[in-house]
Each structure stands twice: as structure tokens, then as C-alpha cells.
């Protein structure tokens, strides 16, 4: 079992056990009632507050909301542990104030909270918010949930938030003494949000795409969600005893509340009269291993031993509003808490990571954060990321559960033919996780494959040490790419100075130099990378390209490499060239044979051709008596780093 991440250890001194029901709410663990109620609402605040939100597109309504609801909990906090689901409880509190039972005629209906909350003028504030001019698609759905009932937007912003379907939702409902009719509501403002959906993409000149609805709704809650000011922070006030503090009012002003507005749980809590206590409905949110949440780290329930920890689920929402924490456990004694953050462009439908460690027993105040360089791109259902170690390294990996094993290869090496040699590990999941002890943290050529993904391994900021080695090197780089030490590599550098009259604008000005380095590896594989740098007294700039796998018998072959900023309509090429080369001319490779321009004498190993605006051409080199030393297509080869299968071949 030394691939499988070990339970965590807790010692905490006992006064209540707070039972556990479902995820969402406590582990068993022995707390006061004070710590374990303002554990609870630093916890579960950000998801309340969320749902809220989407129902009244207010921000100061939901904070109000929100804070009332929390506050019906504590005269009743112990009787509500015992009866075992908290998170329920809240759940059933909260909509209780957004959407209170229709009452008969005669009822008082001043209360503000005990009123059905219609959309608000802010819902277009939070429009122009959301408003993006290069998607049409957030600003048309949230027009399109305001034109909704409090009820179906409650509804929509439960499935995503709380991972509850509509027919939950109702049953909450029936739990806050409303007997709503919530599935044909939302059945129905869904095809009214399809059709909302079809047009906002076709005003971005995109094809509907119905299977994304859910997707950008999600995205929607998270963009309002981030919105909000910082949810308020209980843990000072959780320990106050409730007949110490006098009712506040809750202030708001731009929608924003005052940060004391928390306070006013406790005086709401001693002023009025708690409801009577229903026993709460439990709402499943284990998803079996065939359930369809697993598609997505989106919906993914919480794994991990520690991942009903109230603490370790505060420090995530403290720290990464909308985030969605993923799993937290000991890893290889390490305590390890990973996180989905909103995901951005860059990674498509992938999986951004926000990463806490420190030393096993650690509470959450003291993990630390790990910065994670870069995400799960593309591929929505695999997490894999280097875990730090006090003296080695570790590998994470998540899944589906119905995912047996993934596997790792934490070095690439070129070989004479210009391929690239791996060596594969397997590691083993259970239920979908897995994990491996490594001997030291990986370099920049590690890779991963599990599922559909098959790429990086994202990996702690703090593995990519630069060792002060000059830049201009390509053995150190090589060496860690390869395992190889790095005076097992032979280097060889080849640098071209080019005359004063060609230049390179877009690096700077000055005198430009090409530097081709190549590495040979003791089994005979070739690498190579190409500088250009400018230079003078005002500055310098440069750029580089590669590293490359080659064929051993191409080591010397040319490499050619478009440098302009393609808006002239010219082309400017740099070509390094072989030994005893004395002129490279371009031609056009569509069989035309046509030349792109005239031969260019070599300075040193290089030169520097303008042609007409193309993207790839022919090179035809000649020695002092003319003779061809070359005539064909340049050679880039294979990316050294071999991450990508893509570009791996």
C-alpha cells in the first residue's frame, strides 16, 4: 500500500463529537461547541452565500440572508449535531429566508426576510460586471436567470453550487415548511436558457453548442460569486458567548456589507425567537463511482480523509473564493490539500490547481500554500501534481473512481535515430486515487498519462531552481531533461556575429548574434538550440528556440526560424548553416523551385534572410566552389522535453 495515500491522525481535546451524515458536514472530531460553530460557518459560509446570491442578485440581500439564516442555528447548534447533518440544516435555514412559505391572508408580511426575494435593480450592476466583450455568453444567461422566479434561480444555483438536482432542492424545500413545485419550474426556464445560450454564442459568430449550457452556468455563479467582498471572518467572534453581545445592525452600502455585519449572527441569535427545529432532509452528495459528476474536477465530491475537516474547507474558501476543494489527506507524511480554483483561458476545460502543505497532524492554520506553476490542461477529469517532501518528493494523482492506474515518466532522452526514450511507471488508484514516492523532486521533462490526459506534471514553483549556470548553456538543461550528469554531455557552440548592417528590431537594437549549441548524450543522441541576442550600449534583448532532438547525422544540418512579427508582409528568417558553407539561399518548397530570394553570404554559420510572407521554405546551401552541401527542407526536430504527445510524434 505504499502508492496509496495514508488516513490522517488527529488528536483534538473532547467536549462535543460532532456526528457525521454525509460530505459537506463534520468529521467525527471532538471540539467545543464554540470552535465547532464558527468552524461550521467559516466553512460553510461561501456556499450559502453563493446560492443566495444567484436567488436574489443582490449581494446585500444574500449577505443578509445568509447571515439570518446561520443565525437560527446557534441557540440550537448542539440539538443540531445530534440530529446529525448540519450542512443540511443550514441548507434548509437559508431557504427558509429566500423563499418562506406562502402564508394565508391575515399573515404579518413585514418582515424583509420573510418575504419571497424578487431579482433586484443590482442584478444590473452585476450584468455590467459580468459583461465581457469578447463573450456574449455570461451577460445573456444572467439576463436570462433574472427574467426567473426566485425559486428556479435557487434551484439552478443549488445543482451547481451544492451539487443538489431539483428534486432535492424541492425536498429542502418541503424541510423549510415550502411545498414548492421545483422540477417543471426548472425544466422549463431551462429551454428558455438554451434558447438564451444559442443566441449569445450566435452573436459571437458560434455555432450552438447546448452541451456547454451547463458549463457557462457554472461559470456564471463563480464570476458573481467572485463579485462579492471577502466573506466575513467568524473565528474571532465564534467564541463570544451569545448573551455578550447586543444585536447589531447589518450595514450595507453599495452592496457591500460592513465587515461587522457577522456579529449580528450572534444578536439576531439572542434577540429572536428560534423556529422550532425540523429534522433536517439529508441530501446525498457522494457520487457513486458511475455518476456522472466524476466527468468533471467541477463537480467532483471532496476525497481525501481530512476533506470533511471544517478548517481545512474554511482555508480553502478563505483563500480562493469559488474554488472547490478537490481532496485533503496525508500523502507519503506529507498533509497535502488540493483545490480547483476557477479555471482560465489557458487550460480550456482543464483543471487549475491551488495546493496546501506541511508536516502530517498539522492543522490548517499551518499549511502552507505551494504555488503550482501550471495547471491540467484540456483533459477535465485527471489531477496528477508533485507533492512537496521534506527530504524526497511525491506524486498525486485523482481520477474517476472507476480509474485503475496511471503511470509517470520523470526523464526523456534523445536517441541516435532523433526519437526520444521514457521510461514508464505504474502507479496504482483506489477509487480513483494514487500516489507515489519519488527520490527527489522531477525536472521539467516529467509526464503523466491517466484517462484521456497524457501530458506535464505540474509541479511546486520551488522544483524549478535556476542553479545560476549561464544561460547561454544548453548541457544544463539538457542534463535535466536526460538524468544525465552534466559533465557526461559534450557541448559545442557555435556563435555568429552578424554583420553591422543587419538588425532585428524586435529584439533591440544593436549588433545581433546567433549562437547554435549542440549536446551530444553518451548514447549517442543530439540536441540542439538556437540564441539570437542583440546588444549595445543602451541595452539587450534576446530569444531563444528549442531545445531540439536531432538525428545524430543531422547534428550540423541547417536550422532555420522565421523571427519578424508577421504584420510587414516580409519575412525575416535566421538560418544557421553547415561547415564550409559559404551562401544559403531559400526556395520555395511546392515543388516550384522557385527562389524566395538571393543567395546570402554566411557570416560564420549564419545568415539572416528577408523574404516574401511565408511560413516555411527550402534551403539551399553551397560551399566557395559551389558545390550543394545542402538542398532540402531545414531540420527542427523533435521538442527535447517531450511532454506533449503532439508534438512528441
Same mark, same amino acid.
Given at each position: ?5 495514508? !488516513? ?23 471540539? @467545543? ?25 443582490? #449581494? ?18 448542539? &440539538? ?8 443540511? /440544516? ?37 450584468? &455590467? ?31 451547481? %453550487? ?75 467572534? %465564534? ?20 465587515? /461587522? ?43 481525501? $480523509? ?52 506541511? @508536516?502530517?497532524? $498539522? ?20 489531477? /496528477? ?41 505504474? %502507479? ?10 519519488? $527520490?527527489? #523532486? ?28 549561464? *544561460? ?7 542534463? *535535466? ?14 556563435? &555568429? ?7 532585428? !528590431? ?37 530569444? &531563444?528556440?528549442? !531545445? ?16 519578424? *512579427? ?14 564550409? $558553407? ?17 543567395? %546570402? #553570404? ?31 527542407? !531545414? ?6 522535453? *517531450? ?7
Amino acid at each position: 500500500m505504499g502508492d496509496t495515500p495514508r !488516513p490522517g491522525r488527529r488528536s483534538l481535546s473532547a467536549e462535543v463529537l460532532a456526528p457525521v451524515r454525509s460530505p459537506g458536514d463534520t468529521v467525527p472530531v471532538t471540539v @467545543s461547541a464554540q470552535e465547532d460553530f464558527g468552524g461550521f460557518v467559516a466553512a460553510r459560509w461561501p456556499d450559502l452565500e453563493a446560492v443566495a446570491l444567484v436567488t436574489t442578485l443582490d #449581494p446585500a440581500a444574500a449577505r443578509e440572508a445568509t447571515t439570518a439564516a446561520l443565525a437560527t442555528l446557534h441557540p440550537r447548534w448542539a &440539538s443540531t449535531l445530534e440530529e446529525g447533518a448540519p450542512t443540511t /440544516a443550514a441548507r434548509v435555514a437559508l431557504l427558509a429566508r429566500l423563499l418562506p412559505a406562502r402564508r394565508s391572508r391575515g399573515t404579518d408580511r413585514t418582515d424583509r426576510t420573510d418575504r419571497e426575494v424578487p431579482a433586484a435593480p443590482a442584478a444590473a450592476a452585476l450584468e &455590467s460586471a459580468v459583461t465581457d466583450p469578447h463573450d456574449a455568453v455570461p451577460a445573456a444567461l444572467l439576463r436570462a436567470l433574472a427574467a426567473e422566479e426566485p425559486l428556479v434561480r435557487c434551484a439552478l444555483a443549488a445543482e451547481v %453550487v451544492w451539487e443538489c438536482p431539483p428534486a432535492e432542492t424541492g425536498r429542502l424545500l418541503a424541510g423549510a415548511g415550502s411545498e414548492r413545485a421545483v422540477e417543471p419550474a426548472v425544466a422549463a426556464a431551462r429551454e428558455r436558457l438554451v434558447t438564451a445560450h444559442r443566441a449569445a454564442r450566435a452573436e459571437d459568430d458560434l455555432s450552438p453548442a447546448d452541451h456547454r449550457l451547463e458549463g457557462d452556468l457554472e461559470d456564471l455563479v463563480h464570476r458573481l460569486v467572485a463579485l462579492q467582498p471577502e466573506p466575513p471572518d467568524a473565528g474571532s467572534l %465564534v467564541g463570544q458567548r451569545a448573551r455578550s453581545v447586543r444585536r447589531r445592525a447589518l450595514v450595507t452600502g453599495g452592496g457591500v456589507l460592513a465587515a /461587522a455585519g457577522v456579529a449580528t449572527w450572534w444578536g439576531l441569535a439572542a434577540r429572536e425567537e428560534a423556529p422550532p427545529a425540523r429534522r433536517p432532509v439529508a441530501v446525498p452528495t457522494t457520487a457513486g463511482p458511475d455518476d456522472a459528476a466524476w466527468r468533471s474536477t467541477s463537480r467532483w465530491p471532496a476525497r481525501g $480523509a481530512l476533506a470533511t475537516d471544517l478548517g481545512i474547507q474554511a482555508l480553502v474558501a478563505r483563500a480562493a473564493p469559488g474554488a472547490r476543494l478537490l481532496y485533503a489527506d496525508d500523502v507519503h507524511d506529507v498533509r497535502c490539500v488540493l483545490a480547483k480554483t476557477l479555471t482560465p483561458d489557458d487550460v480550456g476545460d482543464g483543471t487549475q490547481l491551488r495546493m496546501w502543505a506541511g @508536516s502530517v497532524g $498539522a492543522p490548517a492554520e499551518q499549511l502552507t500554500e505551494v504555488v503550482v506553476g501550471f495547471g491540467i490542461y484540456t483533459v477535465p477529469d485527471v489531477v /496528477a501534481v508533485g507533492v512537496p517532501h521534506p527530504t524526497e518528493a511525491a506524486l498525486l494523482v485523482l481520477s474517476q473512481p472507476t480509474v485503475e492506474v496511471a503511470q509517470y515518466s520523470l526523464l526523456a532522452r534523445p536517441t541516435r535515430g532523433g526519437l526520444v526514450s521514457r521510461t514508464w511507471r505504474d %502507479v496504482r488508484l483506489t477509487d480513483g486515487v494514487g500516489s507515489a514516492l519519488l $527520490a527527489a #523532486p522531477t525536472g521539467p521533462a516529467a509526464r503523466v498519462r491517466c484517462g484521456d490526459y497524457d501530458g506535464p506534471l505540474p509541479v511546486p514553483e520551488s522544483w524549478n531552481v535556476f542553479d545560476g549556470t549561464d *544561460d547561454d548553456l544548453l548541457a544544463p538543461t539538457v542534463a *535535466d531533461i536526460t538524468g544525465y550528469r552534466a559533465d557526461q554531455l559534450r557541448e559545442r557552440r557555435v556563435v &555568429s556575429r552578424m554583420p553591422a548592417r543587419v538588425t532585428l !528590431p524586435q529584439l533591440g537594437a544593436g549588433r545581433v548574434t546567433v549562437t547554435l549549441a549542440v549536446v551530444h548524450t553518451p548514447d549517442g543522441g543530439v540536441v540542439r538550440s538556437l540564441r539570437l541576442a542583440t546588444g549595445d550600449a543602451a541595452g539587450s534583448g534576446y530569444t &531563444s528556440f528549442g !531545445p531540439f532532438v536531432v538525428p545524430a547525422d543531422r547534428a550540423e544540418a541547417p536550422y532555420a526560424v522565421r523571427v519578424d *512579427d508577421y504584420s510587414s508582409g516580409r519575412a525575416t528568417w535566421v538560418v544557421t548553416a553547415p561547415p564550409g $558553407a559559404a551562401t544559403v539561399q531559400l526556395r520555395t518548397d511546392d515543388g516550384s523551385d522557385r527562389p524566395l530570394a538571393r543567395p %546570402v #553570404p554566411v557570416t560564420g554559420h549564419a545568415v539572416v534572410v528577408g523574404t516574401t510572407d511565408l511560413n516555411s521554405a527550402r534551403v539551399l546551401v553551397r560551399d566557395g566552389r559551389g558545390r550543394v552541401l545542402w538542398n532540402d527542407a !531545414p531540420v527542427e526536430g523533435r521538442f527535447a522535453y *517531450d511532454t506533449d504527445p503532439v508534438t512528441a510524434g
